[in-house]
């Protein structure tokens, strides 16, 4: 599965948007782009995945770039509840294994 | 969505004890599961594939024989961590795909273990 590089760190002010990036320069054209966050002491929550188009829902949207090198999660309106490390993971197929890099540790601020 | 389940959430145990830990998958079967184990401030590493049926798939550099896995259903399986050091004080977490295709994995809660 191809690498991932995110920034370490971000903060957005509550009830702002949230812009979260991730290259994934070497992606294949199969990979999906995944997004998943962490909040402190639990398991990680999904967010979004998508292949080639913009895919939003309920939590986010994602919006990926046309030639598939990066993407930007956007949490539309930010609440301190959303502050959380995000993590973009690229991967092949359904049901395979999901190998975690560094992640974006996001802090909503008042 | 679906939901995942593990137990015990968190646990305390003495050097050289064995713990288990059991991962479920409540409203669907998964032939499937993952073991990660993260500490603090660091991501999630994965240890080991669980496969239903058949011997688990572990990740370079993690000892089969002390992270003993078992997959004896559709709906559970368990990571059993053999004589507990405090090196392997950690958060283990658990998760199972979904069995539609191109759905997500669903993660446990996680169990934050302690060894004394």
């Known amino acids: 599965d191809a690498k991932t590089t995110q920034p370490p760190s971000m903060d957005c002010a509550e009830g702002r948007a949230a812009n979260l990036p991730c290259n994934h320069s070497?992606?294949?054209?199969?990979?999906?782009v995944y997004w998943y966050r962490q909040i402190h002491s639990q398991g990680p929550q999904y967010i979004i995945h998508g292949l080639k188009n913009n895919e939003t829902n309920e939590m986010a949207s994602l919006i990926i770039t046309e030639d598939r090198k990066s993407s930007t999660l956007i949490l539309p309106h930010a609440t301190l509840r959303d502050t959380a490390v995000y993590y973009c993971i690229v991967r092949v197929e359904y049901g395979n294994k999901l190998v975690f890099g560094a992640g974006t540790i996001l802090r909503v601020k008042s | 969505g679906a939901v995942v389940s593990q137990h015990p959430s968190r646990v305390i145990c003495k050097s050289g004890t064995s713990v288990k830990i059991e991962c479920r998958s409540l409203d669907f079967q998964a032939t499937t599961m993952f073991w990660y184990r993260q500490f603090p401030k660091q991501s999630l590493m994965l240890m080991a594939t669980?496969?239903?049926?058949?011997?688990?798939?572990?990740e370079q550099g993690v000892e089969k024989d002390k992270f003993l896995i078992n997959h004896a259903s559709l709906t559970l399986s368990t990571l059993t961590v053999t004589s507990a050091h405090p090196e392997d004080s950690s958060f283990y977490i658990c998760s199972a795909p979904g069995t539609h295709e191109q759905e997500t994995q669903y993660f446990g809660p996680g169990t934050r273990l302690l060894v004394l």
């Open positions: 070497t992606i294949s054209g199969n990979e999906y």
């Open positions: 669980s496969n239903e049926g058949s011997k688990a798939t572990y």
